[in-house]
Each structure stands twice: as C-alpha cells, then as structure tokens.
C-alpha cells in the first residue's frame, strides 16, 4: 500500500513563500506522476502542479511562475515550493499519486490527508 504524507502548511501573510512536502512510501515503477492538488472553502479539488518520473513539470495557469515542483529521488520526497503567496491560494493541499499522467482527479491512485495553507492579506 502506498502511503503519502504532506506537511509544511501554515498560517502566512500575501507574498510569502512556503514550501510543502509530500513524503511516499512504498511507491512502484508503475507510478509515473505525482502531483499536488488544492481544494479552498466550498470549492472542489482542482490541480496544481505535476512532475513525472523524468522530471517532466505541469502546472495549473493561476499557479504558473509562482510555485514550483520538484522531487526528491533519493528521499522519495515531492515539494511544492510556493512563492508570492495569494489570499486566492489559501486551500488545503493534497499530494497524490498516479500510474497515468493526467490533471484529473479521479485518475488518482493515491492521496494524503492534505495540509493546510491559509494566506492572510
């Protein structure tokens, strides 16, 4: 069973960077992709960023210049570094995983519990 665990939310100010970590463990050759997902009050998950297996990057056009995302082979360890933080931005953030390359949600094969970030004005 592959398990993913976030951390590095908070409470921070706009214009204030931040940097998540998802840690995975027990993750195969099949998953290609791992990926950062959001979701804010009252609002659906929507995607944020995705790096495949080569290194490859995606990322959603509002986060696009603001945040990026790496991994971390040797620690097994994904990041999202956030930076120019927006009260828009405050949401909880999920890391997930997926055998597919793809922004959907439902194609996701893992997910963590998520961590919280909130940006004050």
């Known amino acids: 069973q592959v398990q993913l665990v976030e951390s590095g939310g908070g409470l921070v100010q706009a214009g204030d960077s931040l940097r998540l970590s998802c840690a995975a463990s027990g993750l195969g050759f099949s998953i290609l992709y791992m990926t950062w997902f959001r979701q804010g009050p009252g609002k659906g998950r929507e995607f944020v960023a995705g790096i495949t297996r080569s290194g490859v990057t995606h990322y959603a056009d509002s986060v696009q210049g603001r945040f990026t995302i790496s991994r971390d082979g040797a620690k097994n360890t994904v990041y999202l570094q956030m930076s120019s933080l927006k009260p828009e931005d405050t949401a909880t953030y999920y890391c997930?995983?997926?055998?597919?390359?793809?922004?959907?949600?439902?194609?996701?094969?893992?997910w963590g519990k998520g961590t919280l970030v909130t940006v004050s004005s």
């Open positions: 997930a995983a997926s055998r597919t390359v793809s922004r959907y949600v439902g194609i996701m094969d893992y």
